[in-house]
């Protein structure tokens, strides 16, 4: 982010509307960079420019010189901010919007930032709390939309960071070509695993729950979180963070590092490492869904999955000499494909599978049986256990 702050840039102008309730906010080809929170009443954002960008009323009587700030009021729908082309900033802050969020930035290297507070600014205040909690998705997060957020970016290096944000709707981050990084939830302890960090024998001891409800993540969608990763060498990182429908994480066709920590996925788990023969690295720690299915392509790739649970879990690798790391981690179904080249399978202490399904890892050599294996006893029962697999191998394909 500080790349772009420090740089001489030239300041753009921003144009701001209200139309039929909707805030439309719209930027030029320059370095738009601006600041987004709610006013003291309902219905009204304050929009300021930063570092030297101006803003003012689309409709604004002619002659009206732009200013660093205003409000509006009477915003009831959608807002839609879109900056153009430049090196653009988007800081959104201490905001609740009343519908849905969407932001499009241009080509140029653009930050995005959700419910991340500027360096200089005080810890965020607690929101006012007079909707309930049925109402909006939580009256204490930094940033509360009761719709869905969609944040797109084209070509550049960008970087979308959505921190203390509540979702009534499904989430989307979708970036454009270069090398990108996003960011959802808390900041990552250590940058995802490098090439070799899977290579080790995994050693893990699962913890169990006392049944007591945990805590909220810090971001939490009530619909889904899909994250597609654009051509190039990205990263993407999801920590402390929570959703009732899903989680989708895809890659392209560049070296993709993607890391999941302290996620509560909800239904369905889908990572996908893209295409191509570059080398990508998965890392899935401390995670829960029902179904989950990791898929990456060709090249030497590196998958680690350590103190997770499942009721289903599929791994399926491409070409390459791939090599995947599973300890700590629970599943009623575990089905591991290997692809051509020489995968090797690393397996650590503190794994419960009900049913394991192991196919095409050459390290270690293969059972006797073929690459099935199993405590009947420990599995399933024999009426959901084979619908289990056929879910768990779909997924995988």
């Known amino acids: ?33 601006i600041a987004v929170s709610s006013g003291e009443d309902p219905g009204s954002f304050v929009i300021r420019g930063l570092d030297g960008t101006t803003v003012s009323m689309a409709d604004a009587p002619d002659g009206t010189p732009p200013g660093s700030e205003l409000t509006v009021e009477g915003v009831r729908g959608n807002v839609r ?39 200089s600014a005080p810890a965020a205040a607690e929101a006012d709390g007079e909707a309930s909690a049925e109402e909006d998705p939580a009256v204490d997060a930094n ?27 499904h989430l989307a981050v979708l970036t454009g070509a270069d090398s990108d990084r996003v960011v959802l939830g808390a900041d990552p302890e250590t940058p995802p695993a490098e090439g070799g960090a899977a290579t080790d024998e995994l050693v893990a001891e699962s913890e169990e729950t006392d049944g007591d409800a945990p805590d909220p993540h810090l971001l939490r969608a009530r619909g889904g979180i899909l994250v597609s990763l654009g051509a190039g060498d990205d990263a ?65 790739d590196r998958v680690r999955i350590a103190d997770s649970a499942f009721a289903a879990l599929a791994v399926s690798t491409g070409g390459g000499d791939d090599i995947v790391g599973v300890a700590g981690t629970k599943a009623r179904v575990a089905v591991f494909l290997g692809g051509p ?43 959901v256990l084979p619908r289990l697999v056929r879910r768990a191998r779909v997924a995988a394909k």
């Open 236 to 300: 993407a990182s999801l920590r402390d963070v929570g959703s009732r429908r899903g989680v989708a994480v895809g890659g392209d066709g560049g070296s993709d590092r993607i890391a999941l920590s302290d996620v509560d996925a909800g239904f369905s788990l889908l990572v996908n490492g893209g295409r191509g023969d570059a080398t990508d690295n998965v890392v899935l720690d401390d995670v829960r869904a029902r179904f989950a299915a990791v898929r990456t392509g060709d090249g030497a």
């Open 341 to 383: 080249g020489e995968d090797t399978l690393n397996e650590g202490e503190g794994n419960e599978f009900g049913t394991k399904i192991v196919r095409n890892f050459e390290i270690p050599a293969p059972p006797t049986d073929g690459g099935a294996s199993g405590d009947a006893g420990a599995g399933p029962t024999t009426a």
């Open 81 to 119: 901010i879109a900056t153009g082309d430049g090196d653009d900033v988007v800081r959104i802050n201490r905001a609740r919007f009343a519908r849905s969020l969407a932001i499009g930035t241009g080509e140029g290297n653009d930050t995005v930032l959700i419910g991340v507070p500027a360096p």
């Open 1 to 33: 982010m500080e790349r772009l702050e420090n740089k001489a840039l030239l300041a753009g102008e921003v144009l701001v509307n209200v139309v039929g309730g909707h805030l439309l906010i719209t930027g030029d080809a320059e370095a738009n960079q």
């Open 143 to 169: 940033v509360a939309v009761r719709g869905s957020v969609r944040i797109a970016t084209f070509a550049g290096e960008d970087v979308v960071r959505v921190a203390d944000t509540a979702i009534g709707g």
